[in-house]
């Protein structure tokens, strides 16, 4: 397990996973829908295959550690995924705007998260399963962001990826949950 320690480190992990152009500012407008649900009721996850790593309210960042998280009206949203992805939702779902990349990084994860990378060893037995079938944001409070594989991430559909031996796993979490973390 190797964790992201200092701003250089997770620039460089970013880099490598190749993150630049998948994280996005998505905030909540007074007329949102979204406003008062829990995070789960949302399923940003299961129907847009976007995740939601952090949210910034009253410029404080609250990492996800749980899914019963409840929106607020001008909470804005760190979302990883595929820009056509994040368009079609806000789209779909009047009271969302796309700010765009994160425009103050120094707020959004950096500041109170951070990354980490596992690998999942031979004989293990996560091998063939996703990282849904394995409960893994609910049984860890991290976040899957990414897999290294073969030489390449995979950044998208990351929580329905069957997993395979010696794949790097990119994680993000509140530093207490990282740095706890034994797989």
Not at 33 to 45: F, H, Y
């Amino acid at each position: 397990k190797g964790a992201a320690k200092s701003p250089e480190d997770r620039t460089d992990l970013m880099r490598t996973y190749h993150l630049e152009d998948r994280l996005w500012e998505v905030l909540l407008l007074n007329d949102s829908s979204w406003v008062g649900k829990r995070l789960q009721e949302i399923a940003i996850g299961s129907e847009h295959g976007l995740t939601v790593l952090s949210v910034v309210r009253h410029d404080e960042p609250h990492l996800l550690n749980r899914m019963d998280f409840v929106l607020e009206k001008d909470d804005m949203l760190l979302v990883s995924g595929r820009r056509t992805r994040v368009d079609k939702l806000v789209h779909e779902n009047p009271g969302l705007k796309v700010l765009g990349h994160p425009s103050q990084p120094e707020i959004f994860p950096s500041s109170s998260g951070e990354l980490i990378e596992v690998v999942v060893p031979p004989r293990s037995p996560v091998v063939g399963k996703t990282m849904a079938d394995l409960d893994f944001r609910s049984e860890t409070c991290l976040t899957s962001v990414a897999i290294w594989r073969t030489d390449n991430p995979i950044r998208t559909d990351v929580g329905t990826t069957p997993l395979q031996e010696g794949d790097a796993l990119l994680l993000y979490g509140s530093g207490d949950q990282t740095r706890s973390y034994a797989p």
